[in-house]
T-cell receptor, first 112, second 115 residues
Framework: QKEVEQDPGPLSVPEGAIVSLNCTYS??????FMWYRQYSRKGPELLMY????GNKEDGRFTAQVDKSSKYISLFIRDSQPSDSATYLC????????????FGQGTILTVHP | NAGVMQNPRHLVRRRGQEARLRCSPM?????VYWYRQLPEEGLKFMVY????????ESGMPKERFSAEFPKEGPSILRIQQVVRGDSAAYFC?????????????FGQGTRLTVV
């Protein structure tokens, strides 16, 4: 079993839709939860960062963490074609804070 | 302030050759992490280094792979006697301290192709 599971998609939505991206993880020691966006042939860029359980909002993006069910979510409101990218969830904590454990990534396409 | 710089961006090597990938962290960052991304897969942690020290190499293959981060100069990921299965994108990230998430910035990656 992978430590972080993420549905690779692909996911295709019309412009303006609400997008929901999800991950599950198995290691209860994880305390830090991140979402990265990666455009084709580029490096990942950090979108959202959450410590422990709860919600965090930044503009059109909302990240949720439910540690009781080991579930991580990213919501994108009013999606735009420029949001088309691969979204990667990542976790860290436990014995190695320098090490991020990534999900497989979900390919998102927002069409006009 | 320049971001994390990786070079070369693209590298082609024949089977059996050596590949050297370089990473210059952001100014003021003394912690470097290397990740590998295989086609259709997420990023996999390889190694975590501070200046002149390897902190965590739990993701490094036991053979042919090595990494260093000298006192002066970039971090180097070295792959000896490359094989086709080494073809992947290799990403470097840096942080100013033992950072997680917020403080870790990624470079644009080096895409290694083994022919």
């Amino acid at each position: 079993q992978k430590e972080v599971e993420q549905d690779p998609g692909p996911l295709s939505v019309p412009e303006g839709a609400i997008v929901s991206l999800n991950c599950t993880y198995s290691n209860s020691a994880f305390q830090y939860f991140m979402w990265y966006r990666q455009y084709s042939r580029k490096g990942p860029e950090l979108l959202m960062y959450t410590y422990s359980s709860g919600n965090k909002e930044d503009g059109r993006f909302t990240a949720q963490v439910d540690k009781s069910s080991k579930y991580i979510s990213l919501f994108i409101r009013d999606s735009q074609p420029s949001d088309s990218a691969t979204y990667l969830c990542a976790t860290a904590g436990g014995t190695s804070y320098g090490k991020l454990t990534f999900g497989q990534g979900t390919i998102l396409t927002v069409h006009p | 302030n320049a971001g994390v710089m990786q070079n070369p961006r693209h590298l082609v090597r024949r089977r059996g050759q050596e590949a050297r990938l370089r990473c210059s962290p952001m100014k003021g960052h003394s912690h470097v992490y290397w990740y590998r991304q295989l086609p259709e897969e997420g990023l996999k942690f390889m190694v975590y280094l501070q200046k002149e020290n390897i902190i965590d190499e739990s993701g490094m293959p036991k053979e042919r792979f090595s990494a260093e981060f000298p006192k002066e100069g970039p971090s180097i990921l070295r792959i000896q006697q490359v094989v086709r299965g080494d073809s992947a994108a290799y990403f470097c990230a840096s942080s100013p301290k033992s950072g997680v998430g917020t403080e870790a910035f990624f470079g644009q990656g080096t895409r290694l192709t083994v022919v």
